[in-house]
T-cell receptor, first 114, second 110 residues
Framework: NAGVTQTPKFRVLKTGQSMTLLCAQDMNHEYMYWYRQDPGMGLRLIHYSVGEGTTAKGEVPDGYNVSRLKKQNFLLGLESAAPSQTSVYFC?????????????FGPGTRLTVL | RKEVEQDPGPFNVPEGATVAFNCTYSNSASQSFFWYRQDCRKEPKLLMSVYSSGNEDGRFTAQLNRASQYISLLIRDSKLSDSATYLCVVNIGDDYKLSFGAGTTVTVRA
């Protein structure tokens, strides 16, 4: 099993450009998440999904959109990138089991917006 | 106020030493608690869950103090491989959402 994979691993964008980050998991997890991690701050939840076809806003959703058309994939879109979106983006997934919430993370995408 | 706060460190300790650090959380309704480990420029991985009665996993001991709203992690007999950032993670409300602290960095030197 590959676990959680993310594409791409690195990207440099210019302000105003758009891009999509792809997250894929092969563990049949119900829940999937997108986080961003900035220096000195904890991981902050951008958007999450509790099942195929569903998405919800997290703590810092502005400037991002997501889609979960297939259970195994969770896409994060930046429509018009801004320098404030320079960050490391992590995707994660977890089982739907009450009281147990180990989240499995992908290797991250390092995004720089110039 | 942040939901989860940690001393960022770094804690620099020699091999074989014991190191301990805490994390505080603000929401008294928090249900579940975890320590995750994150190596430099890598993804976080679950180290251990934290139970009300406290629990051990080899050289690692986690404690929960609900009255004072903090959890702790103690590492005994530190190894070079323990050098990492340790993230305090708290579940608040819905089972599937976690709040992460910014992390405590531990560096173990030979």
């Amino acid at each position: 099993n590959a676990g959680v994979t993310q594409t791409p691993k690195f990207r440099v964008l210019k302000t105003g450009q758009s891009m999509t980050l792809l997250c894929a998991q092969d563990m049949n997890h119900e829940y999937m998440y997108w986080y961003r991690q900035d220096p000195g701050m904890g991981l902050r939840l951008i958007h999450y999904s509790v099942g195929e076809g569903t998405t919800a806003k997290g703590e810092v959703p502005d400037g991002y959109n997501v889609s979960r058309l297939k259970k195994q994939n969770f896409l994060l879109g930046l429509e018009s990138a801004a320098p404030s979106q320079t960050s490391v983006y992590f995707c994660a997934s977890s089982y739907r089991v009450s009281g147990i919430n180990e989240q499995f993370f992908g290797p991250g995408t390092r995004l720089t917006v110039l | 106020r942040k939901e989860v706060e940690q001393d960022p460190g770094p804690f620099n300790v020699p091999e074989g030493a014991t190191v301990a650090f805490n994390c505080t959380y603000s929401n008294s309704a928090s249900q579940s608690f975890f320590w995750y480990r994150q190596d430099c420029r890598k993804e976080p991985k679950l180290l251990m869950s934290v139970y009300s009665s406290g629990n051990e996993d080899g050289r690692f001991t986690a404690q929960l103090n609900r009255a004072s709203q903090y959890i702790s992690l103690l590492i005994r007999d530190s190894k070079l491989s323990d050098s990492a950032t340790y993230l305090c993670v708290v579940n608040i409300g819905d089972d599937y959402k976690l709040s992460f602290g910014a992390g405590t960095t531990v560096t173990v030197r030979a």
